[in-house]
């Protein structure tokens, strides 16, 4: 079977930098996604990651440990349009290759 | 500009009644999927289609269906088996690439639908 955690809810400052975690278990792990989702809004693509490692893109990050079966998304310079709700997904090979979401971290960036 | 396109943006359910969500690509994506959404749980997926006139049912199926006549068009009907419909919905759609392609899904604005 498939199961991902995240943490439900975090809280950060303004300027900060906030690391939000994401642990899966898959018989069949083909690639990790992070999206972020604004309330009532489509999710949007942040960053992939398939081999072990930090991958950068500006203000965001994202690292993949595959034997540990964990994840996490960096974010720095925290600004307000930062609140939002932040998916894990992970591809699986043994699921038609279609994508297992984690149920997000909701984000709120306090002033 | 290309993207996906879903309508309407609110819908909403009388008992007993069957309603239909339109979903539109034009990024030429080979696969396109469904998502219920609800408040606290991540993203279900009720059916996906990676070719034409082809779809498979997700983990939530029951109470919907699906067709794919055409590429860009998958439309999802909520049926009236579908008991407990109110939810956010999304359509996604993703190039079919290698096996390790690193083609995300790319995400609709949903629909929002509700009973009266």
């Known amino acids: 079977g498939q199961n991902i955690d995240q943490p439900t809810e975090m809280t950060a400052t303004e300027g900060a930098i906030v690391q939000i975690n994401c642990t899966y278990q898959?018989?069949?792990?083909?690639?990790l996604f992070w999206y972020q989702q604004h309330a009532g809004e489509a999710p949007t693509f942040l960053s992939y990651?398939?081999?072990?490692g930090l991958e950068e893109k500006g203000r965001f990050s994202s690292f993949l440990s595959r034997s540990k079966g964990y994840s996490y998304l960096l974010l720095k310079e925290l600004q307000m349009k930062d609140s939002a709700s932040y998916l894990c997904?992970?591809?699986?090979?043994?699921?038609?290759?279609?994508?297992?979401f984690g149920p997000g971290t909701r984000l709120s960036v306090l002033p | 500009d290309g993207g996906i396109t879903q309508s309407p943006k609110y819908l909403f359910r009388k008992e007993g009644q069957n309603v239909t969500l339109s979903c539109e690509q034009n990024?030429?994506?080979?696969?396109m999927y469904w998502y219920r959404q609800d408040p606290g749980q991540g993203l279900r997926l009720i059916y996906y289609?990676?070719?034409?006139?082809?779809?498979q049912k997700g983990d939530i199926a029951e109470g919907y269906s699906v067709s794919r006549e055409k590429k860009e068009s998958f439309p999802l009907t909520v049926t009236s088996a579908q008991k407990n419909p109110t939810a956010f919905y999304l359509c996604?759609?993703?190039?079919?690439?290698?096996?390790?392609?690193?083609?995300?899904?790319?995400f609709g604005d949903g629909t929002r639908l509700s009973i009266l």
């Open positions: 990651n398939v081999l072990d």
């Open positions: 996604a759609s993703r190039v079919l690439g290698g096996t390790y392609s690193n083609q995300p899904q790319h």
């Open positions: 997904a992970v591809r699986e090979i043994n699921y038609g290759q279609n994508f297992v």
């Open positions: 898959t018989s069949g792990f083909n690639g």
């Open positions: 990024l030429n994506h080979d696969a």
């Open positions: 289609s990676q070719i034409v006139n082809d779809f």
